[in-house]
């Protein structure tokens, strides 16, 4: 009797951990279901990615919704069927500059003529994409403008600041893993932070609050600052583009860092932005997707990821390529 | 001696300022949340907000609806879980095992109190949810994992230590005479606990019970990390959910900025807060009721 009963348990244990480690059931399903994975914290990215799509916003996005860049970039790494989309800085290996183990970038089919022509083909490497976004082949959004942000216009030692930031500052930009502006975009900001006046005393403290998405740049950034002027002190936090955005206008900080398009509700408070880096979103499937060679030489068009993350009439992989 | 007297005078006041102020904290914070939420109140209707399942505020539809639902159902399927194995633990913890392994297993699962609630969410995105979304097609179903669930089975752990500890300790409370009495009648030991020790600590594990749904109406982290975060009121355990705390969480940093929206976030704290209300009264009532039918006061 007692013998029986462990054989028993035993068994059924068995079973769960099948079922468990190798997802056996798989076969019990017919087709590649896609599972759609989206943010669910509010945030530039998935903001940046509903702008590609359309004249959508994040809380259009459908899908399973998972906090946080990492997390996101963990589900799709864990389930074959999986499809996201992360910051440039998650889907690539910040040492070896290819794409994450375990995730594949999936090419964007930009003059949809159904496959990855020679100039769309730049996935490979972070610094081959890295290199895309600066020359503007890679599409703007999915790639974004990040923004420095404050009430009406940048004063004193904080207008030095992002000054200097748009000038020597760019240099750091790739070694944070955030792409540098375009020489003609550089000086159009510029003529927004407007003319210097000269004799500035460059001491004291500047306040900084904001978007995560920002924050390892503007501290490096700070850093590099610092060195130059050494009786400059920062205060910087992060807690959210809003919240950046709340402090800037309210006058609680000189700066806020914001990694989405700003709103209409917003600019009527007064908010004056200036752009001082790129990213960019991109999107990302599993390596063993079950598609994944045809994926890579047709691409996906901009229409096919709507209907995946949007209007949810593209459910199996078999749909998404031809 | 009228020093003395004046020390206990004095001691008795602050006391009762400082209880007094404990007492009004709740009051303020429903206050203030209620304050920052008028903006939103004043522009909808309040069914609107309650019952409306359409979740588009840069749009201007702000209906909590499946917020408030899926509250529900991952905090039903928590307790579902978690009430019996609970109940059991702790009779078996209280009645019937040794003191060596009572020793044993009583710190680790106090330990289990003491996890950060982050890493249970990440817990449980490594291990709950792959075990979830491959074991849904064995019931003819496919799921991420990212679901009810999932978040039942990580909150279900979390209340776990508070129950047990709450519920054995009121198990051992119970008289030895009683159960004495009973084992001399020839009952055995379960007939004895089942019988007797239930009866006489039942308004206690009913306490401990609400107190384990407390938590697990409020938690957060935990939950937002495995629950799959999408607006929709839940029609299955393997549906993802959205609770009112993931709500709150995920989106006040980000959307402060925008004025209906970050009072949208204050309502649906404050619809929280009227909920977990609601809950401890309604189950306030049921303990009553259980202590006067057996006549403890």
């Given at each position: 009797?007692?013998?029986?009963?462990?054989?028993?348990?035993?068994?059924?244990?068995?079973?769960?951990?099948?079922?468990?480690?190798?997802?056996?059931?798989?076969?019990?399903?017919?087709?590649?279901?896609?599972?759609?994975?989206?943010?669910?914290?509010?945030?530039?990215?998935?903001?940046?990615?509903?702008?590609?799509?359309?004249?959508?916003?994040?809380?259009?996005?459908?899908?399973?919704?998972?906090?946080?860049?990492?997390?996101?970039?963990?589900?799709?790494?864990?389930?074959?069927?999986?499809?996201?989309?992360?910051?440039?800085?998650?889907?690539?290996?910040?040492?070896?500059?290819?794409?994450?183990?375990?995730?594949?970038?999936i090419p964007i089919d930009l003059n949809e003529n159904g496959r990855i022509d020679a100039d769309e083909d730049f996935y490979a490497s972070k610094a081959e994409l890295v290199q895309a976004i600066a020359t503007e082949h890679y599409p703007s959004p999915p790639a974004r403008d990040l923004y420095l942000v404050t009430r009406d216009e940048f004063t004193g030692i904080a207008r030095e600041f992002v000054w200097w930031v748009l000038t020597d500052g760019q240099q750091y930009a790739g070694e944070v893993g955030y792409v540098g502006l375009a020489r003609e975009k550089i000086e159009g900001e510029l003529s927004k932070v407007g003319e210097m006046q000269p004799g500035i005393e460059v001491e004291g403290v500047i306040t900084i609050s904001g978007a995560w998405a920002l924050y390892p740049m503007v501290v490096r950034w700070a850093e590099e600052f610092q060195k130059l002027h050494p009786r400059v002190n920062f205060d910087i936090s992060a807690g959210g583009a809003g919240k950046g955005m709340v402090d800037a206008l309210g006058g609680m900080v000189d700066i806020g860092m914001v990694s989405r398009e700003i709103y209409p509700a917003e600019i009527e408070k007064g908010a004056f932005k200036v752009s001082v880096t790129k990213d960019a979103v991109v999107p990302t499937v599993n390596e063993n997707n079950p598609v994944l060679e045809k994926l890579v030489l047709e691409g996906m068009k901009r229409q096919t990821f709507t209907d995946v993350w949007i209007t949810g009439k593209i459910t199996d992989w078999e749909d998404v390529v031809s | 001696m009228r020093f003395r007297r004046l020390k206990d005078l004095l001691a008795s006041r602050l006391m009762l300022a400082v209880t007094i102020f404990s007492g009004l904290l709740v009051v303020l914070i429903a206050g203030g949340l209620f304050r920052k939420s008028s903006p939103i109140l004043a522009m909808k209707p309040l069914s609107e907000l309650l019952f409306s399942s359409s979740w588009h505020p840069l749009k201007g539809e702000f209906g909590f609806y499946p917020f408030i639902m899926s509250t529900l159902w991952v905090t039903g399927v928590a307790m579902i879980l978690a009430i019996p194995l609970c109940l059991l633990t702790s009779i078996y913890l209280a009645e019937y095992a040794p003191s060596r392994i009572r020793g044993i297993i009583k710190p680790l699962i106090d330990l289990l109190a003491g996890i950060p609630s982050v890493v249970y969410g990440l817990w449980g995105i490594l291990f709950i949810v792959p075990l979830v979304r491959n074991i849904a097609p064995l019931f003819g179903s496919t799921t991420t994992g990212y679901n009810v669930l999932s978040g039942g089975i990580v909150l279900a752990i979390m209340v776990f230590p508070v129950i047990i500890s709450i519920s054995e300790e009121v198990i051992r409370t119970v008289p030895h005479e009683m159960r004495e009495a009973s084992l001399a009648l020839g009952a055995t030991r379960w007939q004895a606990t089942k019988l007797v020790v239930r009866r006489a600590a039942l308004p206690g594990i009913i306490a401990a019970i609400i107190l384990g749904f407390s938590r697990a109406f409020g938690e957060t982290m935990a939950v937002l990390m495995v629950v799959g975060n999408v607006a929709k009121v839940p029609s299955s355990v393997l549906d993802p959910a959205y609770p009112l705390t993931a709500l709150i969480a995920n989106n006040y940093g980000e959307m402060m900025s925008m004025p209906l929206y970050d009072s949208a976030l204050l309502l649906a704290a404050l619809v929280l807060l009227i909920l977990v209300f609601l809950f401890s009264v309604g189950a306030r009532l049921i303990l009553l009721r259980v202590e006067r039918s057996y006549g403890i006061e």
């Open positions: 009797m007692r013998k029986m009963r462990r054989v028993l348990s035993g068994f059924l244990v068995l079973v769960f951990l099948c079922a468990w480690f190798s997802g056996c059931g798989g076969w019990i399903v017919e087709g590649y279901p896609v599972s759609v994975y989206t943010r669910s914290d509010a945030c530039g990215a998935a903001e940046t990615w509903a702008n590609y799509l359309g004249d959508y916003h994040q809380e259009d996005l459908g899908g399973t919704a998972v906090y946080g860049d990492p997390g996101l970039a963990e589900a799709v790494k864990k389930d074959a069927l999986g499809i996201g989309y992360n910051n440039l800085n998650y889907a690539y290996d910040m040492d070896t500059g290819k794409p994450l183990a375990g995730l594949s970038v | -």
